[in-house]
């Protein structure tokens, strides 16, 4: 076997990591058994057999939310008696005298569960019974059950579905936005270095062979803190050696950052980058979607930040010509651990080329917000670059014309040839991305043509932006950790040079 475990955290992430497993889910059914199918569920399921009924897949994937992030899915709902639950529902919900053996606490009002998740339940048909009116929360379109352990939830804040932050139960002027305030949940009672103890140390031992880890999370809120502290904790106990490639949600949108989000930003990026074997940035709100998306529902971004994450992870879960996490990070970074930032995240559907990368992260990091100016001579450098493709019709390759117009299209970013050939890998994948009859994914992403290939590029380009993180810190940090954080950033810049420069300014104003 050769597992792969995903840990989700915080409400952006976790609707991408619902679209993935429901794909995983469809996979099951390619064929009539699993023993004919070229996918192997084992990678990113635990099988749970019942006498007489098959077997229920549980993902390999633990969970982090705020207190009533989950919606309308309740840790434990399909996991105890259906007929003491509907009997406590019904007395609830009558506000009646309940037993001394109940305790019930009331946090807020309760969320009712959508159509398509009451038709899921009835064993109904759910086409069409999506929108976004309707699918505020990601457990409003996942059609996986997940075991109560991998439910977790940070108890003191509540979920904004309008703003998709986490405001404070208690103080609810007060957001859940700066790294430091993450990094404090992670250590409030205990509960981040019990979670690793526990759940996710009991999902290792799971596994026979794991070979990596997903890390999915927000960068621009204390989610990146929790994170960081997390992975931390992760690499020093757990899985010293083992892959992780951290997937970074940026935001991309909205008012310019202050000085201490910047400033958060700035924390969060070099931590997560510094214990992940890489680290590939994504927009929270990429520019060029088609006009159909609603940019204030995640269901419909995370459809398309999903294909990427899809891709890169189907490498390892096909039976035949199967690779892991390991290639894609050797051949990513060469064995230079530091150039470890996937700076080109893109991929080829329906002819067009989405770019789900992160863009702000590599503007110009200042007070006033200006842009700086390059220098006059310099070319940008693609040290490595991977494709990943699959085909557009079950058991048959890309046609020719097909295979150009990936290469054409999503070839060296930079555009100069600069990308030595021997440094471009492609990977060739037998499983199409299967979503035309998947109804969870917004009905006008159904309507698309599969995506056929993701790109992934290791260019200079972050070299940029940890030099303007350095100068921002050089201003105005002054707390103990100054220093510290400078000499990360100079040696992350160093990593993603090539060639000469004029000076550490050449993109100073």
Known sequence: MHEVINISISPTANNTTTHFNNLQESNLH????????PYDPDVHFTDEVLPLQGANYYPRTLLWEYEDGYGALGQFEYFEDPQERQKLNAMVNANSEISSSYKVIRTGDKVSKNEYQRALDANLPTQGKLNTENTKYWSDFSRVLYKPSSMNKLSRWNYDTESHGGILSLHPER??????????EFKENAIGDDFVDENFRNLLENCDLATGVNLLTEVDSGWAGFSSSLLDTLRDTYVPKLPVLTWGF????????????????????????????????LSDHPENLPSWVDYGSLWHTSTFSTVPFEFINSIGSQKQNRYGFSDIVDGLTLGESKRNVVSHIRFLQDQTVFDVSASSIYKHISANGKNGRGQKNYKSHCFTHAIVTKPLLANKSLTESLQNEIKEKLGDPTGNGSLQTEFSRTFDLDIRYNHQKLDSFPPEFNKMEQPIASSFSVTDRPRKMFMEMDSFVSRYCRGDDREELKDELYNLKSAFESGWYDSDSDYDD
């Open 250 to 281: 940026y935001q991309d949108h909205g008012p310019e950052f202050s000085l201490n989000r910047q400033l958060s930003r700035i924390r969060a990026t070099v931590s997560l980058v510094s214990n992940s074997s890489l680290f590939l940035p």
């Open 30 to 37: 390619l064929t009539e058994s699993t023993s004919s199918s």
């Open 175 to 184: 957001k859940f936005e700066d790294y430091s305030i993450g990094v404090n």
